[in-house]
């Protein structure tokens, strides 16, 4: 049986402002079975983010889901960004290292990126254990959106890491 493999390896907030540091959680929505996961909290800039996930596919259905990035707040939780992953085009045995800009859900956010690992097995065994593919289209975006100080930023956070 094929299964979907992926790894949520992080986000990260495209701002050296510290404001945006504090408390989040993020859930993972599966449009396949239409069932959203459990919150997994955690405080940015404190935690790392490492989950790991699965959904088992049948009759050669692509499967696709979305991540949704929440902040915490007194009274009531923001949704801050999403990212839906679309496994349609995806080869077969290949792990795919994305890092991807996430759909801005605030006005009032900087850019979201999350890396994530997928992994769609024909098998169902030996998670990970295939050829690896680059795709990081997070610098495009932030070029394209012609935000030459939020490039900035993110240069100086590459610089950092």
Do not use: W
Not at 10 to 16: D, E, L, R, V, Y
Not at 99 to 119: G, Y
Request: net charge positive; hydrophobic share 30%.
């Amino acid at each position: 049986m094929a299964v979907l493999y992926f790894h949520l390896k992080g986000f990260k907030i495209h701002s050296a402002n510290k404001k945006y540091l504090g408390k989040y959680y993020y859930s993972i929505f599966n449009h396949k079975s239409g069932i959203c996961s459990e919150k997994f909290p955690f405080q940015y800039g404190k935690h790392k983010v490492s989950e790991y996930f699965h959904i088992k596919l049948d009759n050669n259905k692509y499967p696709s889901f979305t991540i949704k990035l929440y902040k915490k707040g007194i009274l009531k939780d923001k949704l801050i960004a999403t990212c839906q992953f679309d496994t349609q085009n995806i080869n077969i045995d290949t792990v795919y290292n994305v890092r991807k800009l996430m759909c801005n859900r605030r006005n009032d956010f900087p850019h979201v990126s999350c890396s994530v690992s997928i992994h769609l097995s024909s098998t169902g065994l030996n998670p990970y254990q295939a050829p690896v593919r680059e795709i990081d289209n997070v610098t495009q975006y932030l070029e394209a959106a012609g935000n030459q100080q939020e490039l900035d930023n993110f240069f100086e956070e590459l610089l950092r890491d």
